[in-house]
């Protein structure tokens, strides 16, 4: 038999309904739990206090910590290689860039102009998580001041940070973060002065992933038999 959906169902305010539990004396009055909690409020005021005086003391981020995003600078050079990764992949759009190319560089392509709108950043960190050259991440810094909306504007001068002050936060990504560092792609560790694309010496475009796997699986097997 089908159910009539035209009468009401009983509920707490019909009065027909069944309650959950019934309540005491004193939970009705509410006064216990109205001593218990000024209870607890008396024993925190003699506990420890943990307040930092700020600005004199200063916290001091974990390398967890997401603070602004910064560019990280090599040997006095960015290691963007201007390739929008982190502008796409920003939830507000606060990321903006312009890429250039100088045959000289041997990056091939670096930024020039890259801003980062604070009032827009939302410290996701996306464009960290994006980016193929270690070259954007999130720093420490979290106390940001702005007087007018224009200073709130970043640019490379702004944002250029030497690898030394942000090597906590480097270590981090590469032991937490992206655990595949340098399992498949045999690079060295000064990586940062070419593109992607020149990470493997024996790049080839033509070969597919898994084709590339099995070559360097080859690559491995051949030292062994030649021990052998």
Known sequence: MSENLEIPRRNALSGGANRERSLSFWE????????????YTFKQMFQPK???????????????FRGRPVLVEDEGQERCVACGLCARACPPLAISMQASEINDDPKERYPTFFEINMLRCIYCGYCEEVCPEEAIVMS???????????????DKSKLLVSKEELKDRLEYLREYKNRQFGQ??????????????????????????VEMIEEQRKEVKEPELDRT
């Open 28 to 39: 009705k009055i509410y006064l216990p739990e109205i001593f218990r909690g000024m209870w």
């Open 50 to 64: 943990f307040t930092m005086k700020y600005p004199e003391e200063r916290f001091e981020p974990p390398s967890i």
């Open 140 to 154: 420490k810094d979290y106390d940001l001041v702005y007087a007018t909306r224009e200073e709130a504007v970043y």
């Open 184 to 209: 498949f792609w045999n690079f060295d560790e000064e990586n940062n002065i070419h593109s992607v694309r020149n990470r493997d010496k024996r790049w080839e475009t033509s070969l597919s992933l």
